[in-house]
């Protein structure tokens, strides 16, 4: 019985640790992310390009409609064990890039907190950004 409980109890702090995703903003300062976040069009598609550790983080998308409104909202969050940690991160590459969603109709990108406040804009339309075509 106390494997079967110790099991169990296991089994369910792992899926937490896993499936927890904490932003990493305010631990990276939003000077930071601004310093080291570009979106970059690659074939037509809108990319994140973080060029430092200290913006690394998955993107976590959080307006769904974001093709009617023009405007992506994410936030770049940690999951698993490295929110447990902080400070701790768990990516070995000092550049990155995430893909967002096809460029038509977006006319801005928001760097948000995870209820959907921008704190900055990343990008928008009429401001310049890096064209690249993949290989």
Known sequence: MAVVIFLVVWFAATIYVIERCEPIWPKSSVEGLETNLEVVNINGDLYIHQTDLYAMGEVCIIDFDYEETGEFNFYLGEYGIHTLM???RGYNM????QHLCKSEGI?????????????FTVWQQGEEMTILKEQ
């Open 86 to 88: 902080p400070g701790t």
């Open 94 to 97: 000092n550049e990155r890039y």
């Open 107 to 119: 006319t801005k990108v928001n760097y948000c907190k995870p209820n959907g406040t921008v704190i």
